[in-house]
């Protein structure tokens, strides 16, 4: 159901989901958390309530939910910690893993403070995330979420418009699962830190070790991990004949689709696949053989 948004004569914002109230967010008349609770809503429109309209009832939040362990521990591995206060090079004090309120220029802290002003923050990405999702998480794949929505961001450009959340709220959670190594690129080119950073979060979506990540140099087929935490190198993917079928086509011709080629993700690598990897292959200047190898799964991720 579409959410909208009206603003109080007082500063609080009221959350609709159709006529219904179910968030109220307290501003103050401050400029800058009106424009925080916006970036937070998942609300698509704004109306401003008369200036005697009385503000309705709101019932008790849903959820809570919490990142667990094994996202906190995602998280704060990939996350860059400053235990000294910098400027973010926006004439803004940052400190900690990326804490901006009421920090100021010579502020110091200690870890300990930091994962407490963390678990802060994430408050706000934890709850649009449990707003935004319309489907049944487990603790993994809601955790996972959360890391990925930290780093991309909420609302337009990022979490709240992406494919992977209309996948998933569509109850394509493999479509979904294929969208996390499509998020890894820095000015339009594929970053080895953001790319290991998506196969952990992909990883612990899946309910699978995500250590591996850390140090991976290359595709990998998460779907392949096994209990130790190794993931195996992605098979080149070709036409053949029996034809190869499987997970990892899946996910390459979702790539694919994300690239622009018109072609259904049915998990089978047939001739419609292979011409959209040969003009792939062409359009990115690599060898054009129409096997999907090691550059060409660098290219698409």
Same mark, same amino acid.
């Given at each position: 159901?579409?959410?909208?948004?009206?603003?109080?004569? =007082?500063?609080?914002?009221?959350?609709?989901?159709? !006529?219904?109230?179910?968030? $109220?967010?307290?501003?103050?008349?401050?400029?800058?958390?009106?424009?925080?609770?916006?970036?937070?809503?998942?609300?698509?429109? @704004?109306?401003?309530?008369?200036?005697?309209?009385?503000?309705? !009832? $709101? *019932?008790?939040?849903?959820?809570?939910?919490?990142?667990?362990?094994?996202?906190?521990?995602?998280?704060?591995?990939?996350?860059?910690?400053?235990?000294?206060?910098? =400027?973010?090079?926006?004439?803004?004090?940052?400190?900690?893993?990326?804490?901006?309120?009421?920090?100021?220029?010579?502020?110091?802290?200690?870890?300990?403070?930091?994962?407490?002003?963390?678990?802060? =923050?994430?408050?706000?990405?934890?709850?649009?995330?449990?707003?935004?999702?319309?489907?049944?998480?487990? =603790? !993994?794949?809601?955790?996972?979420?959360?890391?990925?929505?930290?780093? $991309?961001?909420?609302?337009?450009?990022?979490?709240?418009?992406?494919?992977?959340?209309?996948?998933?709220?569509?109850?394509?959670?493999?479509?979904?699962?294929?969208?996390?190594?499509?998020?890894?690129?820095?000015?339009?080119? *594929?970053?080895?830190?953001?790319?290991?950073?998506?196969?952990?979060?992909?990883?612990?979506?899946?309910?699978? *070790?995500?250590?591996?990540?850390?140090?991976?140099?290359?595709?990998?087929?998460?779907?392949?991990?096994?209990?130790?935490?190794?993931?195996?190198?992605?098979?080149?993917?070709?036409?053949?004949? *029996?034809?190869?079928?499987?997970?990892?086509?899946?996910?390459?011709?979702?790539?694919?689709?994300?690239?622009?080629?018109? @072609?259904?993700?049915?998990?089978?690598?047939?001739?419609?696949?292979?011409?959209?990897?040969?003009?792939?292959?062409?359009?990115?200047?690599?060898? $054009?053989?129409?096997?999907?190898?090691?550059?060409?799964?660098?290219?698409?991720?």
């Amino acid at each position: 159901m579409e959410r909208s948004i009206e603003l109080y004569t =007082d500063g609080r914002l009221y959350e609709y989901e159709g !006529d219904q109230a179910v968030k $109220v967010t307290e501003t103050h008349g401050q400029v800058a958390a009106l424009l925080q609770a916006l970036k937070f809503s998942t609300a698509t429109t @704004l109306r401003v309530a008369l200036p005697d309209q009385q503000p309705p !009832d $709101v *019932p008790t939040p849903r959820g809570g939910r919490r990142l667990n362990n094994e996202g906190f521990k995602l998280l704060t591995t990939f996350e860059g910690c400053e235990l000294e206060a910098y =400027d973010d090079g926006g004439q803004v004090w940052t400190i900690g893993y990326g804490h901006t309120d009421g920090v100021f220029e010579g502020m110091k802290i200690t870890q300990t403070q930091a994962e407490q002003f963390l678990h802060e =923050d994430l408050e706000r990405f934890e709850s649009y995330v449990e707003e935004a999702v319309q489907v049944d998480l487990n =603790d !993994d794949q809601f955790s996972a979420l959360v890391c990925f929505c930290f780093n $991309v961001g909420p609302g337009t450009g990022g979490f709240g418009t992406s494919t992977l959340l209309k996948k998933l709220n569509a109850r394509d959670y493999q479509g979904a699962t294929g969208q996390f190594p499509v998020w890894n690129k820095v000015n339009g080119e *594929p970053w080895l830190g953001l790319t290991r950073r998506r196969l952990a979060e992909q990883a612990l979506f899946l309910s699978k *070790p995500w250590a591996f990540a850390r140090t991976c140099e290359g595709p990998v087929n998460i779907l392949a991990a096994n209990t130790t935490g190794q993931a195996s190198k992605a098979r080149s993917l070709k036409l053949t004949d *029996p034809r190869m079928e499987g997970n990892d086509v899946r996910q390459l011709q979702t790539a694919l689709q994300e690239a622009g080629f018109n @072609l259904e993700a049915d998990g089978i690598f047939g001739k419609a696949t292979e011409t959209a990897v040969r003009r792939f292959q062409e359009q990115k200047g690599l060898e $054009v053989d129409g096997i999907a190898g090691l550059a060409t799964f660098s290219a698409l991720a």
